[in-house]
């Protein structure tokens, strides 16, 4: 398996940005699809974006779509998520993910790998 750590979280007011990463070790030369999942309290864990091996394929929630943007460098075995335009219902705990074989899942159960998660707070 791969192991994730995430990094860049924060306090942020509504309207900033963000830019979180997720750096992968062990397991690395496997590939692996990668996405960032995020739990609000008292809420159930939610799909917020993938992206494939190559980078080719992407896939994001809509209640994100056109302001958070999924990237990765596979030579440094990381992932990006670009957050724009930061509202105060984004404010959760952001989780990386990482699943064998091909395409995008949006189902948490299809993620072997996870990460301990970042907080990242959107004040009003």
């Known amino acids: 398996q791969v192991q994730l750590e995430e990094s860049g979280g924060r306090l942020v007011q509504a309207g900033g940005s963000l830019r979180l990463s997720c750096a992968a070790s062990?397991?690395?030369?496997?590939?692996?699809?990668m996405s960032w999942f995020r739990q609000a309290p008292g809420k159930e864990r939610e799909f917020v974006a993938g992206?494939?091996?190559?980078?080719?394929?992407?896939a994001y929630a809509d209640s994100v779509k056109g302001r958070f943007t999924i990237s990765r460098d596979n030579p440094q075995n990381a992932v990006y998520l670009q957050m724009n335009s930061l509202k105060p219902e984004d404010t959760a705990l952001y989780y990386c993910?990482?699943?064998?074989?091909?395409?995008?899942?949006?189902?948490?159960?299809?993620?072997?790998?996870w990460g301990q998660g970042t907080q990242v707070t959107v004040s009003s």
């Open positions: 992206i494939s091996w190559s980078g080719g394929s992407t």
């Open positions: 993910a990482a699943r064998g074989g091909a395409g995008v899942s949006s189902r948490a159960n299809a993620y072997a790998s």
């Open positions: 062990g397991r690395t030369s496997s590939s692996y699809t």
